[in-house]
Nanobody, 123 residues
Framework: DVQLQASGGGLVQAGGSLRLSCAAS????????IGWFRQAPGKERRGVSC????????YVPDSVKGRFTTSSDNAKNTVYLQMNSLKPEDTAVYYC????????????????WGQGTQVTVSS
C-alpha cells in the first residue's frame, strides 16, 4: 500500500522553527516529486515546496523563499520541510504529496497524499 506519513507539526512561537518529515512507502520513491502543501481554514491548498527526488532539484514559491527549504534522505524514503522564521500566517495543516510527473504548487493532479500535520504559530 502507498503511504505518505507526515509528522513534525506542533505549536511554535513566531520566529521559531519546525522541521516536518514525510515518510514514503509503497512506491518507487526516486521516480516521484514530493511536495509540501498547506491549507488554512477557508483557504485553498497551495504548495510551499517541491523536490524532484531523482536529481534533488528543489523549488519553493516566493511566499516562503528564504524561510522554507526542502530536502530528501533517499536511504530513508523521507522528505523534509525545514521551516524557519515562522509567522502566524504560516499556521495551517501541512500535507505532503507525491507526483509521478512534475513539481507544481497547484494541488490538482498529485498522485498520492499524506494525512496532514497541524502547524500553529503563535504571535
Amino acid at each position: 500500500d502507498v503511504q505518505l506519513q507526515a509528522s513534525g507539526g506542533g505549536l511554535v512561537q513566531a520566529g521559531g522553527s519546525l522541521r516536518l518529515s514525510c515518510a514514503a512507502s509503497g512506491f518507487t520513491f526516486d521516480a516521484y516529486a514530493i511536495g509540501w502543501f498547506r491549507q488554512a481554514p477557508g483557504k485553498e491548498r497551495r504548495g510551499v515546496s517541491c523536490i524532484r527526488v531523482a536529481d534533488g532539484s528543489t523549488y519553493v514559491p516566493d511566499s516562503v523563499k528564504g524561510r522554507f527549504t526542502t530536502s530528501s534522505d533517499n536511504a530513508k524514503n523521507t522528505v523534509y520541510l525545514q521551516m524557519n522564521s515562522l509567522k502566524p500566517e504560516d499556521t495551517a495543516v501541512y500535507y505532503c504529496a507525491a507526483s509521478r510527473t512534475r513539481c507544481t504548487y497547484n494541488a490538482f493532479g498529485w498522485n498520492y497524499w499524506g494525512q496532514g500535520t497541524q502547524v500553529t504559530v503563535s504571535s
